[in-house]
C-alpha cells in the first residue's frame, strides 16, 4: 500500500525537527506493515484509525484512513488532537 499525506500531516512532518521526522518515518512503516492494528475511532469519525506513539516523553497520533492505499489524515501531539479531525 503506497502512504498519501494530507496538508496538515505533511506540514507538521515538515516542520518537525530531524529525530522527530525519523520516529515518524519508523512508525510510518510500522502502519505499512499492518495497517488494522491500530485503534479504530468511533461514531463520526469511525472511518479513521489512530496509530499512538511516544517520543521523548510526549504522546503522538497518527490518524489516517485505508481506501485502497494509506491517506494520513492528520500527525500531532495527543492535546487537542482529535478536535481538529
Known amino acids: 500500500m503506497e502512504v498519501i499525506f ?4 505533511y506540514k507538521f512532518i515538515k516542520n518537525a525537527d530531524k529525530p522527530l521526522k525519523e520516529k ?4 510510518i512503516l510500522n502502519i505499512q506493515k499492518n495497517p ?5 475511532l468511533r461514531n463520526k469519525l469511525q472511518d479513521i484509525y489512530s496509530h499512538h506513539f511516544s517520543f521523548q516523553s510526549v ?4 490518524a489516517y484512513k485505508i481506501i485502497d ?7 500531532g501531539t495527543r492535546e487537542n488532537f ?4
Request: zero cysteines; hydrophobic letters at 45%.
Open 6 to 9: 494530507l496538508r496538515q500531516a
Open 82 to 85: 482529535y478536535r481538529s479531525l
Open 24 to 27: 515518524i518515518k519508523q512508525e
Open 59 to 62: 504522546q503522538y497520533r497518527i
Open 36 to 40: 488494522y492494528k491500530a485503534e479504530k
Open 69 to 75: 492505499n494509506i491517506i494520513v489524515i492528520a500527525v
